[in-house]
């Protein structure tokens, strides 16, 4: 197989991002129609828009878009603030000055309110999107990726097909020593014990089981698993079974780390992100649907997301790609234009899964190299941020940095 | 992770999936008619109610309280004794971690 060059877009951080973006920022609620209608006419040609929507301020919340509007695939980002918010705004401005990118801060109470704000901003992402797209790029090497992975809409073929698929495909990257993110702590419920065993030290498999016993903790008290009932009509009878599914997405490298939100991999590996937040539960669900965890592994630094579905899931995302692969053959038929790969081939016998876990690390390449996936052809660019609180992790949780 | 074709014996309808040698369940490769005959574990079984993709049957005899094994791993307990040739599903078996989430009628 001849080989696929890469080419990235290199940050003052040294990392490489390979999508270029203007991100379209709303820093409350308040401002979020303003920052669509900015971006909308750009959708096409690389704005993208987050954004935070409360107005307590939250120290996760400011983490997450401080990673995110500094993450790689972004080279300048535009802020968009009603005024009177209580998002740190300033802080979140300096912190995009200092990684080198351009960045404005548009108050719609201080720019004449929405209309001329609009105008404004689209003056601004129009020539930024000018500048960008004369900037040089080079060749990237796979041991520059970072890759997450996550399952939504699962059902029974998802852990018979996609997630071991995607599962292989991670091994693949971590010999090339790449970094790679499996998270929904959630959903390894009854895994733990297995995953320990596979942790670099023993102290980081301890550390491994306490993050499933807080998440089982966490779940129990919201009386609710990560568990719906499309995972019942698929045929997953209790959470382990579902998790013995999620699980198969780690592959079968070593685990290196645990991170969380917004910490990004120090090296090449795999690692569990800890996506459940500490201390008391507060704020509701730790993650309210998949794009949630979408935009945590994003914010540590993740270019690429792999994304397994069996019901069919047709979700992207702003900033990075989303490779859709669909673990039910039948779900496939009904919605190839919403899916990358056809992992459903495992359960009708007509490849394996080594085949396909190959075609996945090959498609990652291909992505890499500018190739658009279905969800960003069909112009998905979904983001959601809501409120957390999480304690930074222990000496234990990164074991070779110490 | 076991390949798809480990422990699938020849005497269980190609029909059903077993995934690992041990494990007391199959799961349905595509969706099986109510009243269709089947050879499970040696068995000829009829079944009761059509059994969709992915879901589950038992392969021999489980006692109430025994663990259900799927790719070799505890998916969960049976809460009634499940016969071979039965539906396995949140009707009889319950998660050792969490309350299942979704009424058993919904299942049935």
Same mark, same amino acid.
């Given at each position: 197989m001849s080989e696929i060059a890469m080419r990235g877009w290199r940050r003052a951080d040294g990392r490489k991002g390979i999508r270029n973006y203007v991100a379209v920022a709303y820093l409350v609620e308040c401002a979020h129609h303003v920052s669509k209608e900015i971006a909308w006419p750009y959708r096409e040609t690389g704005a993208h828009v987050i954004g935070f929507p409360g107005c307590y301020p939250n120290a996760y919340a400011l983490k997450m878009m401080q990673r995110l509007c500094t993450h790689?695939?972004?080279?300048a980002v535009l802020l968009v603030s009603?005024?009177?918010? $209580?998002?740190n705004k300033k802080l979140l401005e300096r912190t995009i000055r200092e990684s080198g990118r351009p960045v404005e801060l548009l108050a719609i109470q201080d720019n004449g309110g929405t209309r001329s704000t609009i105008e404004k901003g689209r003056a601004w992402v129009e020539a930024q999107l000018k500048a960008l797209s004369e900037q040089p790029t080079e060749p990237m090497a796979v041991s520059e990726l970072v890759v997450g992975t996550i399952c939504g809409g699962?059902? =029974?073929?998802s852990g018979l097909t996609a997630n071991p698929a995607m599962g292989r495909a991670f091994d693949f990257l971590v010999q090339e020593k790449a970094a790679t993110i499996f998270e929904e702590t959630g959903e390894l419920i009854g895994m733990e014990g297995w995953m320990a065993e596979?942790?670099?030290?023993p102290e980081l498999g301890q550390e491994l089981k306490a993050c499933v016993a807080k998440a089982a903790r966490y779940y129990e008290t919201l009386g609710?698993? %990560?568990?719906?009932p499309g995972n019942a009509d698929g045929g997953l009878t209790t959470i382990e079974e579902k998790s013995l599914g999620a699980y =198969?997405?780690? $592959?079968a490298s070593p685990i290196s780390g645990i991170i969380k939100p917004g910490d990004i991999p120090p090296r090449g590996g795999l690692y569990l992100l800890d996506v459940v937040p500490d201390g008391?539960?507060?704020?509701?669900?730790?993650?309210? %649907?998949?794009n949630a965890e979408i935009a945590e592994l994003i914010a540590c630094g993740s270019h690429v997301i792999l994304f397994s579905t069996g019901r069919g899931s047709v979700v992207g995302s702003a900033l990075a790609p989303v490779i859709k692969v669909c673990a039910n053959p039948r779900t496939y038929a009904r919605m190839a234009d919403d899916m990358?790969?056809? =992992?459903?081939r495992i359960l009708e016998g007509t490849a394996d899964l080594d085949t396909v876990g190959r075609e996945i690390f090959d498609l990652v390449k291909q992505v890499g190299a500018g190739a658009a996936t279905k969800s960003e052809g069909l112009g998905h660019q979904e983001f959601i941020l809501t409120y957390k609180s999480f304690e930074p992790i222990g000496p234990a949780c990164l074991p070779a940095v110490a | 992770m076991a390949s798809s074709e480990a422990g699938a014996g020849s005497d269980t309808d190609p029909r059903l999936l077993v995934l690992a040698p041990g494990d007391n369940i199959a799961v349905a490769r595509s969706e099986i008619a109510a009243g269709t005959g089947l050879s499970v574990a040696g068995r000829r079984v009829t079944l009761q109610r059509a059994l969709g993709f992915g879901h589950k049957i038992a392969l021999r005899d489980i006692a109430a309280g025994e663990k259900i094994v799927k790719y070799g791993a505890p998916i969960g307990r049976a809460t009634a004794a499940i016969a071979l040739g039965a539906y396995v599903h949140n009707h009889n078996v319950a998660s050792d971690y969490m309350p299942?989430?979704?009424?058993v009628e919904a299942a049935l």
């Open positions: 790689p695939n972004v080279g009603l005024g009177c918010e $209580g998002f699962s059902d =029974a073929t596979r942790a670099v030290t609710y698993p %990560s568990f719906a =198969a997405k780690s $592959g008391e539960v507060r704020f509701g669900f730790p993650n309210i %649907s998949d990358d790969v056809n =992992a459903g | 299942n989430t979704v009424a």
